[in-house]
């Protein structure tokens, strides 16, 4: 038994890996699939594939292109979620703030400096029309740090998976302004180079179920009652995520690569712009 090791958000979008894993899927094929939360995101799980805790990921392309332009050895194996992410704009219940434009020159709430929490409020604020160069930003690592530090005020607003947060709004914790979607698909498989030269057919098995599972999984009997009650969400919120969610079973295209890497480097987030065959397996 090949023991691989995975990480990924404890979101809905990672279901599929974890139905093949609890239906033994993997382990017909001899791996030993580990899955490891990781609910500080994408900057964490950077880290994670540099320091090798970690073979593959599940983990936002923003993320991982600007962590692989900067050194991290890791390749994009192929494109996870093919639509984009609904990221949705939150403050705290109790807030004053009622529109977007209330937030211009606040700080920002951000699980890591490289996350998708921190990538997107510059995209968000180039939206804006806000001056990039004024935002400012509170480390509160997952989404119990931004809880704490919104209804503390050591940050104003706060970015996370619209879906995820929902249950917040719907309680008062939070209450939310809008939405930005990513303007490219949003999660990607990737693994470190060390595993994928050694590994070429454990992964071709991994991506053959983890595929079959995708291509089928918005087809299951009852799934959204499924997701509703493994992730604490409403039917309705469920049903409306799937509409907009697609996954995907290729590779990521090319196009879309420059397309990341040339809104990071106008928005001063990376360097350089490197070849897309440095980023892609």
């Known amino acids: 038994m090949k023991t691989v090791k995975i990480i990924g958000v404890p979101e809905h979008f990672n279901l599929p890996w ?11 094929r001899g791996i ?89 409020s510059y995209v968000q604020a180039t939206n804006m029309g806000w001056d990039t160069e004024n935002l400012k930003f509170n480390l509160i690592h997952n989404l119990d740090g931004a809880v704490e530090s919104l209804s503390s005020g050591t940050a104003d607003y706060f970015m996370w998976e619209r879906f995820t947060t929902k249950p917040l709004v719907d309680s008062g914790v939070f209450k939310h302004l809008g939405n930005c979607p990513t303007p490219w698909p949003c999660f990607v498989l ?18 053959e179920i983890i595929n079959m599972y995708t291509v089928e999984f918005k087809q299951i009997p ?22 907009i969610t697609e996954w995907s079973q290729k590779q990521i295209p090319e196009a879309t690569l420059i397309k990341v890497q040339n809104t990071l480097k106008e928005l001063n987030l990376i360097d350089k712009v490197i070849p897309v065959n440095e980023i892609l397996k």
Not at 18 to 28: M, P, R, V, W
């Open 190 to 207: 990737v693994g470190t180079d060390s595993f994928l030269k050694e590994n070429e057919g454990i992964l071709n098995h991994i991506l």
């Open 18 to 28: 974890h139905l093949a894993i609890e239906e033994g899927a993997f382990e017909e």
């Open 32 to 120: 030993n699939l580990e899955w490891t939360e990781v609910p500080e995101g994408t900057g964490r799980m950077s880290e994670m594939l540099k320091n090798k805790e970690t073979d593959l990921a599940i983990i936002l392309t923003e993320g991982i292109v600007k962590s692989i332009t900067e050194g991290n050895e890791v390749k994009i194996i192929q494109e996870y979620i093919a639509s984009p992410l609904l990221w949705g704009i939150h403050v705290n219940g109790n807030s004053s703030y009622s529109s977007l434009n209330d937030l211009k020159d606040t700080t920002a709430a951000i699980s890591r400096y490289g996350s998708g929490s921190h990538l997107m």
């Open 222 to 243: 009852r799934i959204d009652s499924t997701l509703a009650n493994r992730y604490h969400q409403k039917l309705e919120d469920i049903q409306e995520w799937l509409q």
